[in-house]
């Protein structure tokens, strides 16, 4: 997160402005955590430009409770095509096969590098409810460069890019983000869902507080919210409208991507396989040409203070993730590590 909204969070935590009590005290029926409520969702929509016929929601149990979701809350056709990019894809399709008939109309190609086809090759799947992809494979560091053509609406798993840069949200049919990457704390799952796809989740046999339509109706307040994560998500959303915006952001994080993947062009020591066309700007996961130094570049890595270079367990290697609050500082320090490491085992 953001240094000046940790620091705000500080300041806020004992005594909310002088109310005498802190916002993880509050009721979220007093009038301060409705403006808290509001003022977050008016500026989570001025972001990304949210056309009014879009809802934002506010939910519970992360980008993983919307796999089944919504499968359970938008498909009425009992059948979801699916896009595997990669690990949290193949999540998501998991916890739609026991939910209805699943169609993976796509899956990258690895040769010579890891790409997303483009959607011209995709099988076709026009009768699913709806079609599901990661728009940022976080763990693999695959993302799209385009949004694919699609005849039904669009549901994208945003859980790691949401935030990063501006979105043609008109293009989707839902979008969801669990919050702990560009949000805030986790606790919070942020739902844009075009207004018409609501009617689906209606007669959907769930818990009303998983359900789209109810929760919309509800202003996502059925029952007591994550009220503290809701309030520190809203301080990112002001601390990034300060930054200028999603495209100020968006060339930030493009800059400091490209500087990491030259890096890593430039030395043979180092090597990421992703076609450039789908190299994400969150997540940079690279090896070592020798993965028997991993684990001492691991170790020279904790020395230098550097948190979570470890490639997730299921891909090994190492990975860089560059979230909207890295600061330039942060990426030079890496920089000046990647290369005195491969110089000093070269
Ligand atoms: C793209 C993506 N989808 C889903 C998840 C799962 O999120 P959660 O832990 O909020 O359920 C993650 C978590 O890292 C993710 O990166």
């Known amino acids: 997160m953001p240094e000046p909204v940790l620091n705000a969070l500080q300041n806020d935590l004992v005594d909310y402005r002088g109310r005498g009590l802190s916002v993880l005290e509050m009721s979220h029926r007093s009038s301060d955590f409705a403006e808290i409520a509001a003022k977050a969702e008016q500026n989570f929509r001025q972001l990304l430009a949210i056309p009014d016929n879009y809802a934002v929601l506010f939910m519970q149990g992360g980008a993983s409770a919307q796999f089944s979701l919504c499968v359970q809350n938008l498909d009425t056709n009992n059948k979801v095509a699916y896009a595997n990019t990669g690990y949290w894809s193949q999540k998501a399709i998991a916890s739609g096969v026991p939910l209805t008939q699943t169609v993976e109309v796509t899956r990258c190609t690895t040769e010579p590098t890891i790409r997303i086809p483009h959607s011209d090759t995709w099988s076709k799947a026009d009768d699913a409810s709806f079609l599901h992809i990661t728009d940022n494979e976080t763990i693999d560091g695959i993302v799209y460069d385009r949004l694919p053509d699609s005849s039904i609406p669009v549901v994208s798993d945003m859980s790691s890019s949401i935030l990063s840069q501006p979105v043609n949200i008109a293009k989707y049919g839902m979008i969801y983000a669990g919050a702990q990457k560009n949000i805030g704390p986790a606790g919070i ?46 301080l990112v959303f002001e601390w990034l409208l300060e930054q200028g915006g999603l495209a100020a952001m968006a060339e930030r994080n493009k800059r400091q991507a490209n500087r990491l993947y030259k890096q890593i062009d430039d030395h043979a020591f180092y090597e990421n396989n992703i076609h450039e066309d789908n190299r994400s700007c969150m997540n940079v996961p690279f090896r070592l040409n020798d993965e028997s130094l991993t684990s001492a570049f691991l170790s020279g890595a904790q020395a230098n203070n550097f948190i979570g270079l470890k490639g997730h ?17 942060s990426v030079d320090a890496l920089l000046a590590y990647l290369e005195s490491f491969a110089r000093e085992h070269s």
């Open 189 to 234: 799952t942020l739902l844009i869902i075009r207004k018409d796809l609501l009617e689906r989740s209606e007669h959907a046999q769930l818990p009303p507080v998983f359900q789209y339509a109810a929760m919309e109706k509800a202003g996502s307040m059925l029952n007591t919210p994550p009220t503290f994560a809701w309030y520190a998500a809203g």
């Open 313 to 329: 367990k299921s891909v090994g290697g190492l990975r860089a993730s560059l979230y909207n609050a890295m600061t330039d500082d």
